[in-house]
């Protein structure tokens, strides 16, 4: 069964500080991906990476950036938190064969930035 | 980039009648369209999936079809329960044609789905 765990559940930050959300999935999964999730707007793609060390932009990587130092952790870094980050954060991992087009979200983070 | 758009954004059935999800999506290349379902405060989960090379698909009350030629799909929930009542995304994929990053996903804006008993 796979799982997707998130480091926080809810987080409270100020304006300017430096945020990280964390992600880990524990089925060797090669992709792996950040969304926020807004009322009206969907999931919109942040960043995602199909391997340790790699990276590709999204839809709205503004003011974010990504970290992936091993296969199971992929971390999503605000540099400098602004109020219109304030939002529900989904990660996500697939699988790069057999049937790699399934997305395995975790549980969110429902970020507030004060 | 790939767009996909979803109607209705919200849809009230009454338990027992049939609700319809529809998407459009804008990139001829993709081959890939599942749906996902998220209930409320929970995560998106997929519920079905179809793909390029077939027009139809049915698990139990569910079923998603596809025309490629008018680019559209639709999600068919039939006999709808309370428990049907979530939110539901479309999504498209150009799969394995785009390389690097070739399993990811563009989401339409969801649908809010209730059911009243």
């Known amino acids: 069964d796979v799982k997707v765990t998130q480091s926080s559940r809810y987080l409270v930050k100020r304006t300017g500080e430096k945020v990280f959300l964390e992600c880990v999935q524990d089925?060797?999964?090669?992709?792996m991906f950040w969304y926020r999730q807004d009322p009206g707007l969907g999931l919109r793609l942040i960043y995602f990476?199909?391997?340790?060390?790699?990276?590709e932009k999204g839809d709205i990587p503004e003011g974010y950036s990504v970290s992936r130092e091993k296969k199971e952790r992929f971390s999503l870094i605000l540099e400098s938190a602004s109020t219109n980050q304030t939002s529900m954060y989904l990660c996500?991992?697939?699988?790069?064969?057999?049937?790699?087009?399934?997305?395995?979200f975790g549980p969110g983070t429902r970020l507030t930035v004060t | 980039g790939e767009n996909v758009e979803q109607h209705p954004s919200t849809l009230s059935v009454q338990e027992g009648d049939s609700a319809v999800i529809k998407c459009t999506y804008s990139?001829?290349?993709?081959?890939?369209f599942p749906w996902y379902k998220q209930e409320l405060g929970k995560r998106p989960q997929l519920i079905i999936d179809?793909?390029?090379?077939?027009g139809e698909k049915k698990d139990q009350r569910i079923a998603v079809t596809l025309n490629k030629t008018a680019k559209h799909f639709s999600l068919h929930i039939t006999e709808t329960q309370p428990e049907d009542s979530a939110v539901y995304f479309c999504?498209?994929?150009?799969?394995?044609?785009?390389?690097?990053?070739?399993?990811?996903?563009?989401f339409g804006k969801g649908t809010k789905l209730s059911v009243i008993p």
């Open positions: 996500a991992s697939s699988s790069g064969q057999g049937s790699p087009y399934e997305q395995y």
């Open positions: 089925m060797d999964h090669e992709n």
């Open positions: 990476s199909y391997d340790v060390k790699m990276k």
């Open positions: 990139d001829s290349a993709s081959n890939y």
């Open positions: 179809i793909r390029s090379n077939v």
């Open positions: 999504a498209a994929s150009k799969g394995s044609y785009s390389g690097a990053g070739s399993y990811q996903l563009t």
